[in-house]
């Protein structure tokens, strides 16, 4: 892969974090649960940290895949820090998924009477689908990348 293109995707990552943040910071003000609140009361709110806990996970897995970006542009793809990395990404991923059911499970039982959760557990059901196909798709590449170190070093010996 050019070194160009290992970049543009690097900053294809920062870029997808930067606008994480600001997702981050803006939401919460303009929901539903803040409607009545002040600034203190809303950044306190125990389902808004848990939804900053939540994104702890989803920040490793962007620093995970950027640094695989970096040791692709390093033409250090078959190396045991890319299997790492990618090993990193799958966990991520697969505690992104087990947070968000947990926080939509949290909803459906716990909401109030007079509010509809279709639209959260749909985005749950959502971001839980894209999560789980990440975590495999990550576990895939894992897998073949780690079976391909494995015959270079076994073609390295026989030579």
């Given at each position: 892969?050019?070194?160009?293109?290992?970049?543009?995707?690097?900053?294809?990552?920062?870029?997808?974090?930067?606008?994480?943040?600001?997702?981050?910071?803006?939401?919460?003000?303009?929901?539903?649960?803040?409607?009545?609140?002040?600034?203190?009361?809303?950044?306190?709110?125990?389902?808004?940290?848990?939804?900053?806990?939540?994104?702890?996970?989803?920040?490793?897995?962007?620093?995970?895949?950027?640094?695989?970006?970096?040791?692709?542009?390093?033409?250090?793809?078959?190396?045991?820090?890319?299997?790492?990395?990618?090993?990193?990404?799958?966990?991520?991923?697969?505690?992104?998924s087990i947070l968000i059911v947990t926080a939509g499970l949290f909803i459906k039982l716990f909401h109030n009477k007079d509010d509809d959760p279709?639209?959260?557990?749909?985005?749950?059901?959502?971001?839980?689908?894209?999560?789980?196909?990440?975590?495999?798709?990550?576990?895939?590449?894992?897998?073949?990348?780690?079976?391909?170190?494995?015959?270079?070093?076994?073609?390295?010996?026989?030579?």
């Open positions: 892969m050019k070194r160009i293109s290992t970049l543009f995707l690097q900053a294809v990552i920062v870029l997808i974090g930067i606008v994480a943040v600001a997702i981050l910071i803006r939401v919460p003000l303009i929901e539903g649960r803040a409607e009545n609140l002040d600034l203190l009361s809303i950044y306190t709110d125990p389902f808004i940290l848990y939804g900053y806990a939540t994104s702890i996970a989803f920040f490793v897995a962007l620093s995970k895949a950027f640094r695989l970006l970096g040791y692709i542009g390093q033409n250090k793809v078959f190396s045991s820090d890319s299997v790492k990395a990618l090993k990193g990404i799958k966990y991520c991923a697969v505690i992104i279709a639209g959260f557990i749909a985005l749950c059901i959502v971001t839980t689908f894209t999560s789980i196909v990440v975590a495999t798709a990550a576990a895939i590449f894992e897998k073949i990348l780690q079976n391909a170190i494995d015959m270079k070093s076994e073609n390295d010996l026989t030579i």
